[in-house]
Nanobody
Protein backbone atom coordinates (compact mmCIF):
# COMPACT_ATOMS: atom_id res chain seq x y z
CA UNK A 1 0.00 0.00 0.00
CA UNK A 2 1.21 3.47 -0.85
CA UNK A 3 2.17 5.51 2.18
CA UNK A 4 1.86 9.27 2.16
CA UNK A 5 3.66 11.71 4.45
CA UNK A 6 2.74 15.38 4.44
CA UNK A 7 5.01 18.10 5.82
CA UNK A 8 5.65 21.81 5.71
CA UNK A 9 2.70 23.26 7.56
CA UNK A 10 2.92 25.90 10.24
CA UNK A 11 1.68 29.21 11.56
CA UNK A 12 1.92 32.20 9.25
CA UNK A 13 0.45 35.68 9.09
CA UNK A 14 -2.05 36.61 6.41
CA UNK A 15 -0.23 37.40 3.19
CA UNK A 16 2.56 34.99 3.98
CA UNK A 17 3.69 31.82 2.23
CA UNK A 18 4.20 28.16 3.01
CA UNK A 19 5.40 25.21 0.95
CA UNK A 20 3.88 21.82 1.64
CA UNK A 21 5.43 18.55 0.56
CA UNK A 22 3.87 15.13 0.07
CA UNK A 23 6.21 12.17 -0.05
CA UNK A 24 4.80 9.00 -1.55
CA UNK A 25 6.04 5.53 -2.24
CA UNK A 26 5.82 3.26 -5.23
CA UNK A 27 5.18 3.61 -8.90
CA UNK A 28 1.44 4.18 -8.51
CA UNK A 29 2.23 7.52 -6.85
CA UNK A 30 4.68 8.50 -9.55
CA UNK A 31 2.53 7.37 -12.48
CA UNK A 32 -0.86 8.79 -11.49
CA UNK A 33 -2.55 12.04 -10.55
CA UNK A 34 -2.05 13.32 -7.02
CA UNK A 35 -3.98 16.00 -5.21
CA UNK A 36 -3.93 18.18 -2.13
CA UNK A 37 -7.05 18.35 0.03
CA UNK A 38 -7.80 20.41 3.09
CA UNK A 39 -10.24 20.12 5.95
CA UNK A 40 -11.11 23.03 8.18
CA UNK A 41 -12.83 22.50 11.55
CA UNK A 42 -16.48 21.68 11.07
CA UNK A 43 -16.18 21.50 7.29
CA UNK A 44 -15.91 18.73 4.74
CA UNK A 45 -12.62 17.85 3.17
CA UNK A 46 -12.17 19.64 -0.14
CA UNK A 47 -9.81 19.15 -3.05
CA UNK A 48 -7.80 22.33 -3.61
CA UNK A 49 -5.35 21.28 -6.33
CA UNK A 50 -4.27 18.26 -8.30
CA UNK A 51 -1.60 17.38 -10.82
CA UNK A 52 -1.61 14.64 -13.43
CA UNK A 53 1.24 12.28 -14.13
CA UNK A 54 2.20 14.47 -17.10
CA UNK A 55 2.09 17.68 -15.06
CA UNK A 56 -1.30 19.14 -15.96
CA UNK A 57 -2.71 21.08 -13.04
CA UNK A 58 -6.14 22.04 -11.73
CA UNK A 59 -7.08 24.37 -8.89
CA UNK A 60 -10.15 25.15 -6.88
CA UNK A 61 -11.40 28.66 -7.52
CA UNK A 62 -10.67 29.61 -3.93
CA UNK A 63 -6.91 29.10 -4.39
CA UNK A 64 -6.41 29.81 -8.09
CA UNK A 65 -3.65 32.33 -8.65
CA UNK A 66 -2.27 31.87 -5.12
CA UNK A 67 -1.35 28.17 -4.90
CA UNK A 68 0.92 26.22 -7.23
CA UNK A 69 1.12 22.44 -7.30
CA UNK A 70 4.16 20.68 -8.72
CA UNK A 71 5.70 17.25 -8.68
CA UNK A 72 9.21 15.80 -8.66
CA UNK A 73 8.95 12.25 -9.92
CA UNK A 74 12.61 11.56 -9.21
CA UNK A 75 11.95 12.22 -5.54
CA UNK A 76 8.36 10.89 -5.50
CA UNK A 77 7.08 14.15 -4.07
CA UNK A 78 4.19 16.48 -4.84
CA UNK A 79 4.53 20.00 -3.51
CA UNK A 80 2.07 22.81 -2.88
CA UNK A 81 3.41 26.35 -2.85
CA UNK A 82 0.93 28.58 -1.07
CA UNK A 83 1.27 32.33 -1.40
CA UNK A 84 -0.90 35.25 -0.29
CA UNK A 85 -2.37 33.09 2.44
CA UNK A 86 -5.66 34.08 4.00
CA UNK A 87 -7.19 33.14 7.36
CA UNK A 88 -9.75 31.04 5.48
CA UNK A 89 -6.90 28.83 4.24
CA UNK A 90 -6.51 27.55 7.80
CA UNK A 91 -7.00 23.79 7.73
CA UNK A 92 -5.29 20.44 7.92
CA UNK A 93 -3.84 19.69 4.50
CA UNK A 94 -3.65 16.16 3.11
CA UNK A 95 -2.43 14.59 -0.10
CA UNK A 96 -3.85 11.53 -1.81
CA UNK A 97 -4.40 10.06 -5.22
CA UNK A 98 -6.89 11.40 -7.75
CA UNK A 99 -8.56 8.54 -9.56
CA UNK A 100 -6.97 6.16 -7.09
CA UNK A 101 -6.50 6.41 -3.35
CA UNK A 102 -4.71 5.05 -0.35
CA UNK A 103 -5.07 5.54 3.38
CA UNK A 104 -5.05 9.15 4.47
CA UNK A 105 -1.90 10.34 6.19
CA UNK A 106 -1.68 12.49 9.29
CA UNK A 107 -1.88 15.68 7.30
CA UNK A 108 -0.09 18.92 8.08
CA UNK A 109 -1.68 21.82 9.94
CA UNK A 110 -1.72 25.23 8.28
CA UNK A 111 -2.80 28.15 10.44
CA UNK A 112 -3.08 31.64 9.00
CA UNK A 113 -3.50 34.46 11.47
CA UNK A 114 -5.18 37.74 10.59
Amino acid sequence: QVQLVESGGGLVQAGGSLRLSCAGSGSIFRLNAVGWWRQAPGKQRELVAHISASGSTHYANSVKGRFTISRDNAKNTVNLQMNSLKPEDTAVYYCNGVGWSTSWGQGTQVTVSS
